[in-house]
Each structure stands twice: as structure tokens, then as C-alpha cells.
């Protein structure tokens, strides 16, 4: 992971929420308070969270439906996605993080879960063009030609 | 129960203990409400590793309501593994050798399902105890294909009661790779009792290119038919358009290439021995994946349940017999 996001930093944003990450050249995790320009970030909520891991949306519905949005220019989103690719491949692996993933879920500070909130895609579940939820992201983002 | 039947650890040096697999599942076909589901708890990967894992999945889908119920994952010593039973915080499977009974619960109010079955034998076991060739390892079973249930589910907030319910069980053991080449297809299909229990197995590679010749059983009471090799023909064609739950989350993030994954639109089966012959068709209509990821080193397979309805019809010594029922298709790679 260190070598694909090297010195950069990035915030990540979960509900009202904020840090910066990133790492030190010694190698280790330095988490900081929001401050000034960062290189990536990432933002979502918690119903997305839980809602990701519970299968009941994919992370291409929480995109087209703004739960879940990651900016920067293209280079950043990049190495942000492979980062996270990273770090789910590893949770299969190493229980402190499947610890971790229980501790949010269970977290007695935090609201209780709400009823799942389920895709809202228009399109068919086997794209062959553009689909109209992809065109509205694009429209909302002002990604269209 | 006509034999006592146990989890099956590795012993003390076994150099394949990493690849530890054992498995409780069970079957839920509600006639009444179509209701289709599954319940089983698993361990993957050696018990003295603590990156070991025990996994428990309730999964009902209810026409109208969709998937409910969910799948949870423990750390092995997390997890209460016993002699003959694996039970998670809201998920668990037991046998009750001393009482021939299956035992099963989930507990999954955030995900709109609880339920609670009893189990007993409706038909003669079916043991496949040898080691099958499965990837670079092995895998053997044991099954009833049909269990008389009795308790209830609480499923979107509707009371289902299972006492008129299908039910089928195995026990599923051995040592092998997620990652490897390797597949099956498998599938229970329930006719309302007292009409017959059909299983149907083969093993595959993980392309389901090359497979070994299935194996066919169909179980009408207290009597039993099977049909193996040359006189059975599995067929799988189309593709289901239904959009799977796929789960757990996580792994399903990391696998968005197995977002749309290529599963038949039917199933057919076929046998004829010259003495008995049976015909039956299956049509799923919607799909979990579930993501099976090996504890130790990097490999991940993917277990698709099928759920939907079927017709048959046969002649079983000389008696034809015909009629629809729920099904289950596994069909893994």
C-alpha cells in the first residue's frame, strides 16, 4: 500500500467526520487533523458502510447514488481505489481488521442501524451502453462533454 | 439417524491442516410460501491458526421481499466449534447424534430474519465418505436428502411456520483451495412430502468445462434410487438475468469482475438406467454469491445458491410419478 499511495495525503470523510492520512517515510501511519489541500478524498456514511458490507449495495450503486464519492484527479482516484483494493484483500486474512469491522458495527456511540437502504439503479443489471443512472452521475459531477 | 456423524478436524501434523474445510448446511423449501433458504456454519483453515475462520449464513429469499438474512464471520476461536456443531454469535448449526436431530437458528434482525428449526431423518442417509478428487485436494459428504422440519421463521415480519416445509442436510469435509481449478454444481430439488427428494452432484474444473459424471439420487420414502456415470445427463443453459446479493460485502468489493456472473437460466436433468428413468427441470429465480476466501494464503471461490421451482416426472419401479416442487442449484467456481 505504501508504495502505491507514497507520500500523499488523503481525507477521509464518514458522516460529519474528518481525518488525514498518510504515510511517514519511516513507513508507518500517520493519522492527522484536516488540514489545508490533500492529494485524494474519499467520503461516505455509515448506513453505506454497513450497507456495503452487508451486501445489499454494490459499490458501483453507492457511486451512482452519491453514498459514496471519491475525488481527485484521475492519478489520485486511481491509487485511492487500489489502496482500498489493498486493504479488502487483506481483511480476509488478518482478524484484527475483521475486529475492526465488528467494533463499527457494534459501536454503542454510534446511531443504531436503520433498514437497509437498497440500490435505486434505473438501468438493466447487465449493461450494454450508457445507462441512465451513469448519465445523471456524469451530469451531477459536470463530466459531460 | 442412523449413524452418528461428527466434525472432521486435522489431527495433530497433518500437512495439509491449512486447507481444513468442514461444513453443516441445511435446506429450508416452504411449499406454502416459496420460500427458499439455506443455514450453514463452516471453519475454514486449521483450528490452532487464529487467522483461521468460522462462517455462518442464514439466507431465505421470500417472494416479494427478496434476499433476507445475512452471513457473519468469526474468527475460529471467536466461534463455539464443538464435536458436532459450529455455532457463531447469531448463526448456528448442530447435530444431535444422541437424539438423531439437526438443530439450526439464525438470529438477524437487522436483516429481517429469525428462525429456528428441528430436523429429523426422512430418509436414509447418503454417505460419500471417500475422498473425491476436488482441485488439488479432496472432499467428502454426507447427506439426508430430505429431514422432516418443525419450528419457524420470522422473515420481513411474517411468521412462517416450517412444519409443512422441506428440508435437506449435509455435512460437507475435506481439504481444498479456494483459487484452485476447481467447481461444482450440486442441487437438491424438494418435492411436498411424501413425493420424492432429488439430489443431484458433480464435481468440475472452474471454468464447469470438464466434469466428473454426476450422480443422481432420488429418494420416495424409505426407498432410494441412483443413477451414476453414463446414465445421467446434467444440462445447464441460458443465463440468469436476476441480480445476485452478493456477500460478504467486503470480499464482493474487492470482486467487482464476479458482479455479473455468467449462471444458467435452467437446469435439466436426465436419467435413464433401461429399468427407471427421470426427467426434471429447474428454473432459479434469484441468486446469492457468496465469497469464500481461504485464511492463510491469497485465494478466493464463489458460491452461487440458486433458488427456484421445478418439475419432474418419472417412473421409479414400474410407478410414474410426476409433479413441481422447490429447488436449491449450487454452483460454485
Same mark, same amino acid.
Given at each position: 500500500?505504501?508504495?502505491?499511495?507514497?507520500?500523499?495525503?488523503?481525507?477521509?470523510?464518514?458522516?460529519?467526520?474528518?481525518?488525514?492520512?498518510?504515510?511517514?517515510?519511516?513507513?508507518?501511519?500517520?493519522?492527522?487533523?484536516?488540514?489545508?489541500?490533500?492529494?485524494?478524498?474519499?467520503?461516505?456514511?455509515?448506513?453505506?458502510?454497513?450497507?456495503?458490507?452487508?451486501?445489499?449495495?454494490?459499490?458501483?450503486?453507492?457511486?451512482?447514488?452519491?453514498?459514496?464519492?471519491?475525488?481527485?484527479?484521475?492519478?489520485?482516484?486511481?491509487?485511492?481505489?487500489?489502496?482500498?483494493?489493498?486493504?479488502?484483500?487483506?481483511?480476509?486474512?488478518?482478524?484484527?481488521?475483521?475486529?475492526?469491522?465488528?467494533?463499527?458495527?457494534?459501536?454503542?456511540?454510534?446511531?443504531?442501524?436503520?433498514?437497509?437502504?437498497?440500490?435505486?439503479?434505473?438501468?438493466?443489471?447487465?449493461?450494454?451502453?450508457?445507462?441512465?443512472?451513469?448519465?445523471?452521475?456524469?451530469?451531477?459531477?459536470?463530466?459531460?462533454? | 439417524?442412523?449413524?452418528?456423524?461428527?466434525?472432521?478436524?486435522?489431527?495433530?501434523?497433518?500437512?495439509?491442516?491449512?486447507?481444513?474445510?468442514?461444513?453443516?448446511?441445511?435446506?429450508?423449501?416452504?411449499?406454502?410460501?416459496?420460500?427458499? %433458504?439455506?443455514?450453514?456454519? *463452516?471453519?475454514?483453515?486449521? &483450528? =490452532?491458526? !487464529?487467522? @483461521?475462520?468460522?462462517?455462518? #449464513? $442464514?439466507?431465505?429469499?421470500?417472494?416479494?421481499?427478496?434476499?433476507?438474512?445475512?452471513?457473519?464471520?468469526?474468527?475460529?476461536?471467536?466461534?463455539?466449534?464443538?464435536?458436532?456443531?459450529?455455532?457463531?454469535?447469531?448463526?448456528?448449526?448442530?447435530?444431535?447424534?444422541?437424539?438423531?436431530?439437526?438443530?439450526?437458528?439464525?438470529?438477524?434482525?437487522?436483516?429481517?430474519?429469525?428462525?429456528?428449526?428441528?430436523?429429523?431423518?426422512?430418509?436414509?442417509?447418503?454417505?460419500?465418505?471417500?475422498?473425491?478428487?476436488? %482441485?488439488?485436494?479432496?472432499? *467428502?459428504?454426507?447427506?439426508? &436428502? =430430505?429431514? !422432516?422440519? @418443525?419450528?419457524?421463521?420470522? #422473515? $420481513?415480519?411474517?411468521?412462517?411456520?416450517?412444519?409443512?416445509?422441506?428440508?435437506?442436510?449435509?455435512?460437507?469435509?475435506?481439504?481444498?483451495?479456494?483459487?484452485?481449478?476447481?467447481?461444482?454444481?450440486?442441487?437438491?430439488?424438494?418435492?411436498?412430502?411424501?413425493?420424492?427428494?432429488?439430489?443431484?452432484?458433480?464435481?468440475?474444473?472452474?471454468?464447469?468445462?470438464?466434469?466428473?459424471?454426476?450422480?443422481?439420487?432420488?429418494?420416495?420414502?424409505?426407498?432410494?434410487?441412483?443413477?451414476?456415470?453414463?446414465?445421467?445427463?446434467?444440462?445447464?443453459?441460458?443465463?440468469?438475468?436476476?441480480?445476485?446479493?452478493?456477500?460478504?460485502?467486503?470480499?464482493? #468489493?474487492?470482486?467487482?469482475?464476479?458482479?455479473?456472473?455468467?449462471?444458467?437460466?435452467?437446469?435439466?436433468?436426465?436419467?435413464?438406467?433401461?429399468?427407471?428413468?427421470?426427467?426434471?427441470?429447474?428454473?432459479?429465480?434469484?441468486?446469492?454469491?457468496?465469497?469464500?476466501?481461504?485464511?492463510?494464503?491469497?485465494?478466493?471461490?464463489?458460491?452461487?445458491?440458486?433458488?427456484?421451482?421445478?418439475?419432474?416426472?418419472?417412473?421409479?419401479?414400474?410407478?410414474?410419478?410426476?409433479?413441481?416442487?422447490?429447488?436449491?442449484?449450487?454452483?460454485?467456481?
Amino acid at each position: 500500500m505504501r508504495e502505491v499511495v507514497g507520500a500523499r495525503r488523503a481525507r477521509i470523510r464518514l458522516d460529519d467526520e474528518a481525518v488525514d492520512v498518510r504515510f511517514t517515510a519511516g513507513g508507518s501511519l500517520r493519522v492527522l487533523r484536516p488540514r489545508g489541500r490533500v492529494d485524494g478524498e474519499g467520503a461516505t456514511d455509515r448506513a453505506t458502510v454497513l450497507d456495503l458490507l452487508d451486501g445489499h449495495v454494490e459499490v458501483v450503486d453507492a457511486i451512482l447514488d452519491a453514498r459514496l464519492e471519491v475525488r481527485g484527479d484521475a492519478d489520485a482516484v486511481a491509487r485511492i481505489f487500489v489502496a482500498i483494493e489493498i486493504l479488502l484483500d487483506s481483511t480476509a486474512r488478518i482478524p484484527a481488521l475483521q475486529r475492526l469491522a465488528r467494533d463499527f458495527r457494534l459501536d454503542p456511540c454510534r446511531a443504531l442501524r436503520e433498514r437497509p437502504v437498497r440500490r435505486s439503479r434505473r438501468g438493466s443489471f447487465r449493461p450494454t451502453g450508457e445507462e441512465p443512472d451513469e448519465a445523471a452521475l456524469l451530469e451531477r459531477l459536470g463530466l459531460r462533454p | 439417524m442412523s449413524s452418528i456423524d461428527l466434525l472432521r478436524p486435522p489431527p495433530p501434523y497433518d500437512p495439509r491442516a491449512a486447507e481444513y474445510k468442514d461444513w453443516l448446511h441445511l435446506n429450508v423449501l416452504d411449499h406454502g410460501s416459496g420460500a427458499v %433458504g439455506l443455514v450453514n456454519a *463452516s471453519v475454514h483453515g486449521d &483450528p =490452532r491458526d !487464529e487467522r @483461521s475462520r468460522a462462517v455462518g #449464513a $442464514a439466507l431465505l429469499h421470500v417472494p416479494g421481499e427478496g434476499w433476507l438474512g445475512n452471513l457473519e464471520v468469526l474468527g475460529v476461536d471467536e466461534a463455539a466449534v464443538g464435536g458436532a456443531s459450529v455455532a457463531l454469535e447469531h448463526v448456528a448449526v448442530a447435530r444431535d447424534n444422541e437424539r438423531g436431530r439437526i438443530l439450526a437458528s439464525a438470529d438477524l434482525p437487522d436483516d429481517e430474519l429469525r428462525l429456528e428449526v428441528t430436523a429429523t431423518p426422512a430418509s436414509r442417509p447418503l454417505p460419500v465418505e471417500l475422498p473425491l478428487p476436488l %482441485g488439488s485436494g479432496w472432499i *467428502s459428504w454426507y447427506a439426508l &436428502p =430430505r429431514i !422432516e422440519l @418443525s419450528g419457524t421463521a420470522i #422473515a $420481513a415480519g411474517r411468521r412462517l411456520d416450517l412444519a409443512g416445509a422441506s428440508g435437506y442436510h449435509d455435512h460437507n469435509w475435506g481439504r481444498w483451495r479456494w483459487g484452485d481449478d476447481l467447481g461444482w454444481e450440486w442441487g437438491c430439488f424438494l418435492a411436498p412430502a411424501p413425493g420424492p427428494a432429488f439430489v443431484v452432484a458433480r464435481t468440475t474444473d472452474r471454468e464447469h468445462e470438464r466434469g466428473s459424471p454426476p450422480l443422481l439420487t432420488v429418494d420416495v420414502g424409505p426407498a432410494r434410487r441412483s443413477f451414476a456415470g453414463a446414465a445421467v445427463e446434467l444440462a445447464l443453459d441460458g443465463m440468469l438475468e436476476a441480480e445476485p446479493r452478493r456477500l460478504p460485502g467486503a470480499m464482493a #468489493a474487492l470482486h467487482q469482475d464476479r458482479a455479473l456472473p455468467r449462471l444458467p437460466a435452467r437446469a435439466r436433468v436426465r436419467a435413464d438406467d433401461g429399468r427407471d428413468l427421470v426427467e426434471l427441470e429447474f428454473h432459479p429465480r434469484a441468486c446469492v454469491q457468496i465469497v469464500a476466501a481461504e485464511p492463510a494464503s491469497r485465494g478466493y471461490g464463489f458460491l452461487h445458491e440458486l433458488a427456484g421451482d421445478f418439475a419432474y416426472a418419472c417412473r421409479l419401479g414400474g410407478s410414474l410419478l410426476h409433479g413441481r416442487g422447490l429447488a436449491v442449484f449450487e454452483y460454485v467456481c
